[in-house]
């Protein structure tokens, strides 16, 4: 796993304060964590037990973090490019668990479906409803959808 580190701050989201967006790099600290997932189906289970396992390190229960990383990684894997990787960072202060996944951008043709269509509406409000503010970051290698999750 690789650390996170958060170049660009993003103001005037839900919550009303700046939040700081990923770019990978060598790991830090263990407060930042990236992971890259394979562009499949089977992704989702596994940003989920790989973020399980973080949380465990963390001393983290929220199975809200847990649902987010499988709404976003599910997102990526049906509507998104390759490559794919599962960011997570816990703020230093506050009870906090910022979500990221980055993905290739979007695609013409979308990807094998994880989820039914009828499935496929509830994602947005998952996020919308467990996470205190989310967001989308286009950027030259692709996007990162986000979320901050109190946990």
Not at 25 to 46: C, G, I, K, W
Not at 108 to 127: K, L, Q
Request: aromatic residues 4%; negative net charge.
């Amino acid at each position: 796993m690789y650390a996170t580190e958060y170049n660009t701050i993003i103001t005037g989201q839900t919550g009303g304060e700046g939040v700081r967006v990923p770019a990978p790099r060598p790991p830090v600290d263990s407060n930042d964590v990236t992971e890259a997932l394979d562009h499949r189906p089977q992704a989702v289970r596994t940003a989920r037990h790989a973020a399980q396992a973080v949380l465990d390190e963390w001393q983290v229960a929220s199975d809200a973090v847990l649902l987010v990383v499988s709404e976003l990684v599910t997102n990526a894997v049906e509507h998104a490019a390759p490559p794919l990787a599962l960011h997570l960072h816990r703020e230093r202060t506050g009870s906090r668990v910022w979500v990221g996944v980055t993905d290739g951008g979007p695609v013409e043709t979308e990807g094998t479906r994880t989820t039914s269509r009828a499935d496929d509406e509830h994602g947005p409000t998952i996020v919308d409803t467990l996470a205190e503010t989310h967001g989308t970051r286009t950027h030259p290698s692709g996007t990162t959808h986000w979320a901050r999750i109190a946990a």
